[in-house]
C-alpha cells in the first residue's frame, strides 16, 4: 500500500518500532540535526528497503551515501562482473574487485561503509519474468541501468506496482534526473517512444566523466532520501539536465500524459511486454540464445588486433567499416580507406557485402558497437569477417596513421 508520498505504509510501521543505540547516534548525529530528519525521520530510514537496477556509474555513488544515510535493507540488481574499465567511475568496486560479481563486490563495500545495513543481492539480468518478484518487496527504486529496453521495464514494472522511480542518466559530461512519483507520471510520459536503435550511444561507446556519475548518483541517492521522508519537494514535476562541462543546469517541467499507454487515462498496458522488441532490438527467446549471443561477442576468432590488421590496410580483399554513428567523429579522424557505415544503417548493406565476398574488418571508438556489427554479419552467414579489438584507441595507440575528413 503506498501513502500520499509514494512511501509503503508497511515502512512507517516498521520503522517506529527502530530505536538506537549510542554509537549509532554518533553515526548520524550531523543529520539529526536537521529538522526535517530528526530522530522520526532517521527511523523512516532505518525502515526503508531501497532496490538499484544496476551496480555501476549511477549505482555505486548513490548505494554508498544511502547506506551510510542509515537506509536499513539495499537490494542490489546486477548480472555484471567488475571490470577494469569500470573502477574510473564505479567507486563502489575496487582494483581487488576485478572479475567478481558486481553484487558481490558492492555488498562488500556497502557493508563495510556500515555494518549495520542489510544487503540483499540478486545477480541475475532484470527481465519481464522476474521483475515483479524482485522489485515487489522493496520500497522504492532507483534505476541505474544504461540501456532503453531496461528503463522502460523498470518504469513499468514501477507503475503497475506503485513504485517511486529515482531515474537517472549520463553520457560523455552530461547527466539527467528525475523522480517519477505513482499516479504523477512517468517515464513513458517523457519520453513516449524509444531512440531508434543505434542512434543514442552508451557510456562504452562515447565515454563518461567519472565525476559525473558521482553528481549524478549522488543526486539519486539524495531525491531518494526526500521521497522516503516523506518531503514535498522531490522532483515529482520536472526533470533536471546538467551539463558539466558547459557549467549549465537547466529544469524541464513535465506533467503525467493523459495520452501515456501505461499511466494515462486509458491505460493499454496492463502487464509487462518484450522490451527488446518494443526497443527495436532484437528479439531473445530465452536464456540459451542469451548464452549463445554473449558466446559470440566474445569469440576471438573474429576479432584482429592492431599489429594484424594493420598488415590488410593495402589488401584489396579486406573492405574497412566504420561503424560509429555520427559524420562528424568519422570526420575527425578514421583508419585510411575506411567506409563510413552507421551501426543503424548496416542491415542496409548485408546483402551487397556477402555478394561481394571481401574480408570485413569492423571499426569503432573502442570496440564495443563493432562487436554487434561482427554478431549481425555472422548471424547472416559471414564467415571472413573481424572486429578491430579495442577499436580507433588502439589505432591511435600505435601510431599508426589517421585520415581526416575537410568539412
Same mark, same amino acid.
Given at each position: 500500500?503506498?501513502?500520499?508520498?509514494?512511501?509503503?505504509?508497511?515502512?512507517?510501521?516498521?520503522?517506529?518500532?527502530?530505536?538506537?543505540?549510542?554509537?549509532?547516534? #554518533?553515526? @548520524?548525529?550531523?543529520?539529526?540535526?536537521?529538522?526535517?530528519?530528526?530522530?522520526?525521520?532517521?527511523?523512516?530510514?532505518?525502515?526503508?528497503? $531501497?532496490?538499484?537496477?544496476?551496480?555501476?556509474?549511477?549505482?555505486?555513488?548513490?548505494?554508498?551515501?544511502?547506506?551510510?544515510?542509515?537506509?536499513?535493507?539495499?537490494?542490489?540488481?546486477?548480472?555484471?562482473?567488475?571490470?577494469?574499465?569500470?573502477?574510473?567511475?564505479?567507486?563502489?568496486?575496487?582494483?581487488?574487485?576485478?572479475?567478481?560479481?558486481?553484487?558481490?563486490?558492492?555488498?562488500?563495500?556497502?557493508?563495510?561503509?556500515?555494518?549495520?545495513?542489510?544487503?540483499?543481492?540478486?545477480? $541475475? =539480468?532484470?527481465?519481464?519474468?522476474?521483475?515483479?518478484?524482485?522489485?515487489?518487496?522493496?520500497?522504492?527504486?532507483?534505476?541505474?541501468?544504461?540501456?532503453?529496453?531496461?528503463?522502460?521495464?523498470?518504469?513499468?514494472?514501477?507503475?503497475?506496482?506503485?513504485?517511486?522511480?529515482?531515474?537517472?542518466?549520463?553520457?560523455?559530461?552530461?547527466?539527467?534526473?528525475?523522480?517519477?512519483?505513482?499516479?504523477?507520471? +512517468? @517515464?513513458? +510520459?517523457?519520453?513516449?517512444?524509444?531512440?531508434?536503435?543505434?542512434?543514442?550511444?552508451?557510456?562504452?561507446?562515447?565515454?563518461?566523466?567519472?565525476?559525473?556519475?558521482?553528481?549524478?548518483?549522488?543526486?539519486?541517492?539524495?531525491?531518494?532520501?526526500?521521497?522516503?521522508?516523506?518531503?514535498?519537494?522531490?522532483?515529482?514535476?520536472?526533470?533536471?539536465?546538467?551539463?558539466?562541462?558547459?557549467?549549465?543546469?537547466?529544469?524541464?517541467?513535465?506533467?503525467?500524459?493523459?495520452?501515456?499507454?501505461?499511466?494515462?487515462?486509458?491505460?493499454?498496458?496492463?502487464?509487462?511486454?518484450?522490451?527488446?522488441?518494443? +526497443?527495436?532490438?532484437?528479439?531473445?527467446?530465452?536464456?540459451?540464445?542469451?548464452?549463445? #549471443?554473449?558466446?559470440?561477442?566474445?569469440? =576471438?576468432?573474429?576479432?584482429?588486433?592492431?599489429?594484424?590488421?594493420?598488415?590488410?590496410?593495402? #589488401?584489396?580483399?579486406?573492405?574497412?567499416?566504420?561503424?560509429?554513428?555520427?559524420?562528424?567523429?568519422?570526420?575527425?579522424?578514421?583508419?585510411?580507406?575506411?567506409?563510413?557505415?552507421?551501426?543503424?544503417?548496416?542491415?542496409?548493406?548485408?546483402?551487397?557485402?556477402?555478394?561481394?565476398?571481401?574480408?570485413?574488418?569492423?571499426? +569503432?571508438?573502442?570496440?564495443?558497437?563493432?562487436?554487434?556489427?561482427?554478431?549481425?554479419?555472422?548471424?547472416?552467414?559471414?564467415?571472413?569477417? @573481424?572486429?578491430? #579489438?579495442?577499436?580507433?584507441?588502439?589505432?591511435?595507440?600505435?601510431?599508426?596513421?589517421?585520415? $581526416?575528413?575537410?568539412?
Amino acid at each position: 500500500m503506498i501513502d500520499r508520498n509514494g512511501v509503503n505504509s508497511r515502512m512507517t510501521a516498521q520503522s517506529v518500532l527502530t530505536t538506537f543505540d549510542d554509537q549509532q547516534l #554518533d553515526r @548520524y548525529s550531523r543529520q539529526l540535526l536537521l529538522p526535517e530528519i530528526g530522530i522520526a525521520g532517521q527511523q523512516q530510514l532505518a525502515g526503508a528497503k $531501497v532496490l538499484f537496477i544496476g551496480a555501476g556509474g549511477l549505482g555505486s555513488p548513490a548505494s554508498l551515501y544511502l547506506a551510510a544515510s542509515g537506509v536499513g535493507v539495499i537490494g542490489l540488481v546486477d548480472s555484471d562482473r567488475v571490470d577494469r574499465s569500470n573502477l574510473h567511475r564505479q567507486i563502489v568496486h575496487d582494483d581487488a574487485s576485478i572479475g567478481m560479481p558486481k553484487t558481490r563486490s558492492a555488498k562488500q563495500r556497502l557493508m563495510q561503509m556500515n555494518p549495520e545495513l542489510q544487503v540483499q543481492e540478486h545477480e $541475475v =539480468m532484470l527481465t519481464s519474468a522476474n521483475a515483479f518478484e524482485i522489485m515487489g518487496e522493496y520500497d522504492l527504486v532507483i534505476n541505474g541501468s544504461d540501456n532503453f529496453p531496461t528503463r522502460y521495464l523498470v518504469n513499468d514494472a514501477c507503475v503497475l506496482l506503485g513504485k517511486p522511480l529515482v531515474d537517472a542518466s549520463i553520457l560523455k559530461w552530461e547527466g539527467s534526473v528525475s523522480v517519477f512519483m505513482p499516479g504523477q507520471g +512517468c @517515464y513513458r +510520459c517523457l519520453y513516449p517512444q524509444p531512440p531508434k536503435p543505434g542512434t543514442v550511444p552508451s557510456c562504452s561507446e562515447a565515454g563518461i566523466v567519472g565525476a559525473v556519475a558521482g553528481i549524478m548518483g549522488s543526486y539519486q541517492a539524495l531525491e531518494a532520501i526526500k521521497v522516503l521522508l516523506g518531503i514535498d519537494s522531490v522532483l515529482s514535476n520536472k526533470t533536471i539536465m546538467m551539463n558539466l562541462l558547459a557549467g549549465s543546469i537547466h529544469t524541464i517541467k513535465r506533467s503525467k500524459r493523459a495520452s501515456c499507454p501505461i499511466c494515462g487515462t486509458e491505460p493499454t498496458i496492463h502487464e509487462l511486454i518484450d522490451y527488446e522488441q518494443f +526497443c527495436g532490438l532484437p528479439k531473445r527467446e530465452d536464456t540459451e540464445l542469451q548464452a549463445e #549471443d554473449s558466446a559470440t561477442l566474445q569469440d =576471438m576468432s573474429h576479432s584482429v588486433q592492431v599489429d594484424v590488421a594493420q598488415h590488410w590496410l593495402d #589488401d584489396t580483399n579486406t573492405r574497412w567499416i566504420d561503424v560509429r554513428e555520427e559524420e562528424e567523429e568519422y570526420a575527425r579522424g578514421h583508419i585510411p580507406g575506411s567506409r563510413h557505415v552507421p551501426y543503424s544503417e548496416i542491415n542496409d548493406y548485408l546483402d551487397a557485402w556477402l555478394q561481394e565476398g571481401k574480408r570485413l574488418v569492423f571499426i +569503432c571508438q573502442i570496440g564495443k558497437r563493432s562487436k554487434f556489427a561482427v554478431r549481425k554479419c555472422l548471424i547472416e552467414g559471414y564467415t571472413d569477417i @573481424y572486429n578491430l #579489438d579495442d577499436g580507433l584507441l588502439a589505432w591511435e595507440n600505435a601510431g599508426l596513421p589517421l585520415s $581526416v575528413t575537410q568539412q
